[in-house]
């Protein structure tokens, strides 16, 4: 009987004090709140991706319709407007975008080559026509398998046009099949819808570099177990493309990482990778710069 009365005076301990505890509690965020459900068209989408290439090439976001509380990440973490890749007016050679009208997202893919190489990867959050979220993905020299040359080369062979109605993927499918993938790298025995030709670009390293029509992409998913977490997706269904922001291992400090995924008729075709963590170099042509180390051999 003792026991039941001080676990029930525990309790009601706690139940008074939790106004008090919540009163203290951190204080609210500077930023507006992501939104579970937000509103957008995607006319209203498909502005933003625009004026936010042409704001790279400038060096201003000044023509995006920023929320006065939008928050601002790179690689992943937050940082202040004015310190974003943004701000600096860029040579932008290759840019492309996808669209999710549901998510009210977007992702945009940059490529510059010089004089300072980056291929950028850039995603806006909106709601009711505004851009309540930045997050951009620098990649650059001495980043995994970086080579800009090689990344605008074979980005700009590619075919990434709308669909025809008959090509598409459902957006679940697609989902199951970029998680297929990702959770590959800690489970070797997944499904993966993979279609053929297949080709993935990561970093600048290319996987058919002989242009063959009955290329692969089962090649390069490393030994071991890595596990991928953090997973946000961006599904485009004019153009069959599921884009996830994800983290590799620790859900807090993991390595920022972007996957995006070309479907057509269900099965993988194209793959883009972006991951600015340190590692080799791709070359021009997009192969390896250390002999017999090819990832994707």
Same mark, same amino acid.
């Given at each position: 009987m003792r026991i039941t009365t001080t676990i029930a005076a525990a309790l009601l301990a706690a139940t008074i004090a939790t106004p008090a505890l919540a009163q203290n509690g951190p204080p609210p965020s500077p930023y507006t709140p992501r939104v579970d459900k937000?509103?957008?068209?995607?006319?209203?989408?498909?502005? !933003?991706?625009?004026?936010?290439?042409?704001?790279?090439?400038?060096?201003?976001?000044? *023509?995006?319709?920023?929320?006065?509380?939008?928050?601002?990440?790179?690689?992943?973490?937050?940082? @202040? +407007?004015?310190?974003?890749?943004?701000?600096?007016?860029?040579?932008? +050679?290759? !840019?492309?975008?996808?669209?999710?009208?549901?998510?009210?997202?977007?992702?945009?893919?940059?490529?510059?080559? *010089? @004089? /300072?190489?980056?291929?950028?990867g850039t995603r806006l959050y909106m709601d009711k026509g505004k851009v309540i979220r930045v997050d951009s993905l620098v990649t650059t020299t001495g980043h995994w398998l970086f080579n800009?040359? !090689?990344?605008?080369?074979?980005?700009?062979?590619?075919?990434?046009?709308?669909?025809?109605?008959?090509?598409?993927?459902?957006? !679940?499918?697609?989902?199951?099949?970029?998680?297929?993938?990702?959770?590959?790298?800690?489970?070797?025995? /997944?499904?993966?819808?993979?279609?053929? @030709?297949?080709?993935?670009?990561?970093?600048?390293?290319?996987?058919?570099?002989?242009?063959?029509? +009955?290329?692969?992409?089962?090649?390069?998913? @490393?030994a071991g177990v890595l596990y991928i977490v953090n997973r946000d997706y961006l599904i485009d269904p004019e153009k069959g493309v599921i884009n996830v922001f994800c983290r590799f291992g620790n859900s807090a400090t993991g390595g920022p990482d972007s996957h995006t995924f070309r479907f057509i008729d269900g099965k993988i075709r194209l793959a883009h990778t972006l991951n600015p963590i340190p590692g080799p170099q791709a070359n021009d042509e997009g192969g390896f710069d250390r002999p017999g180390a090819d990832p994707n051999a």
């Open positions: 937000p509103t957008c068209t995607m006319d209203e989408l498909k502005a !933003a991706t625009s004026a936010y290439v042409e704001g790279q090439k400038t060096g201003s976001l000044g *023509g995006l319709p920023l929320h006065e509380k939008a928050e601002y990440l790179q690689d992943m973490k937050t940082i @202040p +407007d004015a310190e974003g890749m943004w701000n600096t007016a860029l040579k932008v +050679d290759h !840019a492309m975008s996808f669209h999710d009208p549901v998510r009210c997202k977007t992702f945009s893919e940059v490529i510059v080559t *010089g @004089p /300072t190489p980056y291929v950028i800009a040359n !090689a990344y605008l080369k074979y980005s700009k062979a590619e075919n990434w046009e709308p669909l025809m109605k008959y090509q598409g993927t459902s957006a !679940a499918e697609m989902i199951r099949g970029a998680n297929a993938y990702l959770d590959a790298f800690s489970d070797k025995f /997944t499904d993966i819808p993979w279609g053929q @030709p297949c080709a993935r670009l990561e970093g600048g390293a290319y996987t058919n570099r002989e242009g063959r029509a +009955d290329a692969s992409c089962e090649v390069g998913i @490393p």
